[in-house]
């Protein structure tokens, strides 16, 4: 497969004489159609709703896209949960799937009345401390520990990660719940990230329905939803297949029916918290080479860096690039694309085959559209970008400012140090 940007070299200059690089640049008509695809393809189950990862794009603008098509809103935090609260979301639209929470973050998810998914057996009695009650529906978070490993190469080490209960405490807990006033209950689990594959949700979804089964029969709780979470990745090299929603859906469905609909337990409703497969592949970075470097390798500097994207600086992630009006052009140079952090690791792609670059021409980094901006920091003293909505009709719309100097010193504005600059 050939990746191709949503944008084109004219539009960017158009934009660029607006706002200038770097900046975030959303696709709208892919976010929509990707929406639309993903209620589609759970249509089947009445309950359905995607509870999108706000900590995968917190923009306002990108979350009231998703809620058109029915979606509610996954939260890690307080911010999380009041930008929610703030766009409308409520009760059981927004999902509070936190760990190690802050008490305050508790109070303030029971306030608006989101459903609170519990990382951990003692959570249980800090929530009831912290709250003063044990919230009427109520979701726990499950880990099986070892290593999950599915068809088509899906691999993961949930026993290594920090999340959830184990099997024996999640029985112990659903008891502890019921008996101290829980009513409806969910369960939550999160096995493997970005997999880049049609199996991983019904492989979590038979574990998860057996599980249930099991846990209803010992608990007699009365189960009302099962959180698949996130992890449906989407594919960052260009030779990937991306994951087919519709058949997802459908593989979920047919395990459904094999393991719930016969044990009665065919009402409950199917949960996703979605970040990556909802609006990574419709977000790309834009950027400029200001900088072209030969020493003992060729370098392209770029004006964007890490605190944009940081995905290949943190895990040496993968992302496309195409060189904006060269996308036809031989790849028969070997570049590592930086950024201008003190940090050798702020490289966008290192001995990556691509045109030859000139300074001026523009870079489209793909698949910024999740876990990109999000995860923007200020080392250095680098301010963050704006981010740009173009939008069906080919026009764009600023949603969120780029940072500036008054931004980045604004928490000393309540000291006399440094005034001129506050
Ligand atoms: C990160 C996260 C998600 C979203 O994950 P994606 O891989 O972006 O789909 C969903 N739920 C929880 C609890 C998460 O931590």
Known sequence: MNK?????????????????????????KG?????????????????FREYFAVKANPNPFIINILKEYGCGTDCSSMTELMLSNSLGFSNEEIMFSSNDTPAE??????KIG????????????????????????????????????????????????????TKEQLIEGYKLLKQKGAKEFGIHAF?????????????????????????????????RFINLSGGVGIPYQPDKEPNDILKIGEGVRKVYEKILTPAGLDDIAIYTEMGRFMTGPYGCLVTKAIHKKHTYKEYIGVDACA?????????????????MGKEDAPLDHKYDVTGSLCENNDKFAIDRQLPKIDIGDYLVIHDSGAHGYA????????????????????????????????????????????????
Not at 105 to 110: C, G, I, N, S, W
Not at 375 to 395: F, H, P, Q, V, W
């Open 31 to 47: 976010i929509r159609e990707n929406a639309s695809k993903v209620k589609q393809a759970f249509s089947w189950n009445k309950g």
């Open 375 to 422: 995860m923007g920091y200020n080392y250095n003293g680098r301010l963050k970008s704006a981010e740009i909505l173009l939008k069906e009709d080919g026009s764009y719309q600023l949603i969120r400012r780029a940072e500036t100097t008054k931004d980045y010193f604004a928490t000393f504005d309540c000291f006399d140090i440094i005034k001129d600059l506050v």
């Open 307 to 323: 605190v944009d994207l940081m995905r290949p600086a943190m895990y040496g992630a993968y992302h496309h690039i195409s060189v």
């Open 191 to 223: 096995l493997a990230s970005n997999t880049v594959s049609n199996d991983y949700y019904p492989e979590l979804a038979e574990i998860l329905f057996k599980l249930i089964v099991e846990i209803k029969e010992e608990t007699g709780c009365d189960f």
């Open 105 to 110: 973050d508790f109070v303030y998810a029971d």
């Open 4 to 28: 191709k940007p949503f944008v084109t070299l004219d539009k960017l200059k158009e934009i660029n004489k607006e706002y200038p690089t770097p900046f975030h640049l959303y696709d709208e």
């Open 114 to 165: 989101a459903t609170i998914n519990l990382d951990d057996f003692t959570h249980i009695e800090f929530l009831e401390k912290t709250i003063g009650h044990i919230p009427k529906r109520i979701c726990c978070r499950f880990n099986p520990g070892g290593i999950f490993q599915g068809a088509n190469g899906i691999m993961d080490n949930p026993g290594d990660a920090k999340y959830g209960f």
